[in-house]
């Protein structure tokens, strides 16, 4: 029989967790953990994830800014913000939404951040830090998905682990947590040959590719656990994910749904990352 994790429920307690973890380390410390959030542009996508992301800070008690600069920011601009935000004391974490416009680097920008500040796990010193197996922040979204196996009780050593999609956000940091937890791991992309050849191994199966409902029920193994990332707006202007869930899902043991599996993770993971980094700030 198949089980549908709910990543709401799991989203839920963290994040009641935190509020707890949260006012407790203020009673002790006086520090109100702080997050700044800038957005470039007017991506509707990208607004609703920063309004998102402020609603929880204050949820949980954090300190929340939030800086929404005009599409047409230079980059010297942007630079000039980030640099003010590692040294502001208020604010532990830092977050750019992406994607950013065209005329801005964003590996120059991400570099620019503070890696003790860096709670998306982006910069390269944290990048580095996941490979060697001690960064100080992992990025939010495969997090959030190491967070929902392990509460769902999933075991992964030994394991066959499949990931589709190779991006710096979500498949490369998958890759290396799993492969942490003992997986034996494979990265499938756009030029992998016999697809539905790899996936069908896959023991635990991550699907981060953006095309809707594209993990069909011939790519998954009898029993498998099936992780959905992809977010892809429809025409009918619903969420689908890339796995097609009807089909695959009674062939699994274990699935999320999209939305409300992957997604609220995310920002939970956020969260997490962002109060880490007040913690660690308070004992330097
Ligand atoms: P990217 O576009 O950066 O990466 C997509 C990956 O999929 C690439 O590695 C690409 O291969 C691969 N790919 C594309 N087509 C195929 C194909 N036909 N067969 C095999 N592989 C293919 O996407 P992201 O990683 O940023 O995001 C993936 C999905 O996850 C999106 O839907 C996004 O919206 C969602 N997402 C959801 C989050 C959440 O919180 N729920 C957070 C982040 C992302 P190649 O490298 O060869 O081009």
């Given at each position: 029989m198949s089980v549908v994790i709910d990543g709401n429920k799991v989203s839920q307690e963290i994040r009641q967790q935190l509020r707890g973890e949260t006012s407790a380390f203020q009673a002790q410390t006086g520090i109100v953990p702080g997050l700044a959030v800038v957005l470039v542009g007017d991506d509707p996508a990208s607004q609703v994830y920063v309004g998102r992301k402020a609603k929880a800070c204050e949820e949980i008690g954090f300190l929340s800014r939030e800086y929404r600069l005009s599409a047409d920011t230079s980059e010297t601009a942007l630079l000039d913000l980030i640099h003010e935000l590692n040294l502001d004391s208020l604010i532990h974490g830092i977050l750019v939404q992406?994607?950013?416009?065209?005329?801005?680097?964003?590996?120059?920008?991400?570099?620019?951040?503070?890696?003790?500040k860096d709670v998306d796990g982006f910069h390269p010193y944290n990048v580095g830090g996941l490979?060697?197996?001690s960064p100080l922040?992992?990025?939010?979204?495969?997090?959030?998905?190491m967070e929902l196996l392990d509460r769902t009780g999933i075991a992964l050593a030994?394991?066959?682990a499949v990931i589709v999609g190779r991006s710096n956000i979500v498949g490369k940091p998958m890759a290396l947590l799993?492969?942490?937890q003992h997986a034996t791991v494979t990265i499938c992309h756009s030029r992998t040959k016999d697809l539905p050849a790899v996936t069908s191994r896959a023991d635990v199966l991550i699907a981060a590719v953006g095309k809707a409902r594209m993990i069909t029920a011939n790519m998954v193994k009898d029993n498998a656990v099936v992780i959905d990332v992809g977010v892809n707006r429809l025409e009918n202007g619903k969420l689908a994910g890339d796995v097609a869930f009807d089909e695959v899902a009674p062939k699994t043991?274990?699935?999320t749904p999209v939305p409300g599996g992957v997604g609220p993770m995310t920002?939970?993971?956020l969260m997490k990352n962002t109060l880490d980094a007040a913690i660690a700030a308070s004992k330097k």
């Open positions: 992406l994607p950013l416009p065209k005329h801005i680097s964003t590996d120059r920008i991400i570099a620019a951040i503070d890696p003790h490979v060697t197996g922040f992992v990025p939010c979204t495969p997090r959030g998905i030994g394991k066959e799993l492969l942490a043991s274990f699935i920002i939970a993971m």
